[in-house]
């Protein structure tokens, strides 16, 4: 006679349930939909992903780019050399165009034109590069440099460009203006492209100078139509009447 010993010790075995994905997940201790499961932050600074906006048509865009805590400051001679020799390299492409930048304690400042939205994308990635490698020759630094991504504001109308190129080119009055008062006298900014800038109310002193880092706008905007509300003020402090 035969007998099962797996009855008398309760080791009969039973007819498996089949388990979800979930549910493996839940019981292997890996990942899953718990508490503390996940890639865990790197800690540096991330805006909730949000859509860019899309265009179609040659169209000039405000980006800036932002950078990580503890870097020493940005507006720095020789970083400002190394970066216009880069810009001088990858300031044209097809389908994008450097037009003009600022260079500020933290931030970066750009005009540029693209085709659309995946030439920004594009023309983007290969400015973004260019500036971190810079940083990273110049102050010794490793790792990530850029804090967050770009943000990027397309203009559409001549006031709208108007505002964009006062806000870039004289960027470093308004920050001046916000810390130390009163601003000095106008003056072309060194860690900026304003001296190939052609649409100030006088010239100034170092205009034109030196071998060009910058592309010659293209797009009507840009070029011509925001000279409808008037040309820019040198002494002018962006974010004051």
């Not at 880069?86 to 750009?110: G, I, K, M, T, W």
Request: charged share 30%.
């Amino acid at each position: 006679m035969y007998f099962d010993f797996r009855y008398v010790f309760g080791m009969r075995s039973r007819t498996p349930n089949q388990q979800s994905f979930d549910d493996y997940r839940m019981r292997g201790g890996r990942g899953g939909p718990r508490v503390g499961a996940g890639r865990k932050l790197s800690g540096r600074i991330c805006d909730r992903k949000k859509r860019r906006e899309r265009f179609h048509g040659n169209k000039p865009v405000h980006v800036t780019l932002r950078f990580r805590e503890g870097l020493p400051r940005l507006r720095n001679r020789r970083l400002v050399t190394e970066l216009r020799r880069s810009f001088r390299e990858a300031c044209e492409r097809p389908d994008f165009r450097l037009v003009h930048y600022s260079v500020q304690h933290n931030h970066v400042h750009l005009l540029v034109e693209a085709e659309d939205q995946a030439a920004l994308g594009r023309g983007m990635k290969s400015i973004g590069a260019r500036v971190s490698r810079a940083i990273q020759r110049v102050f010794g630094v490793t790792g990530r440099v850029l804090a967050q991504r770009y943000h990027a504001h397309v203009l559409r109308t001549p006031r709208e460009v108007r505002r964009a190129l006062r806000y870039v080119l004289l960027n470093a009055r308004k920050h001046w203006h916000e810390r130390r008062g009163p601003v000095p006298p106008a003056r072309l900014d060194d860690a900026s492209s304003s001296r190939w800038f052609d649409g100030f109310t006088r010239d100034l002193p170092g205009a034109r100078a030196g071998p060009r880092e910058v592309a010659r706008p293209r797009t009507w905007l840009l070029a011509r139509g925001w000279r409808r509300h008037g040309l820019i003020d040198p002494a002018a402090i962006p974010g004051t009447r």
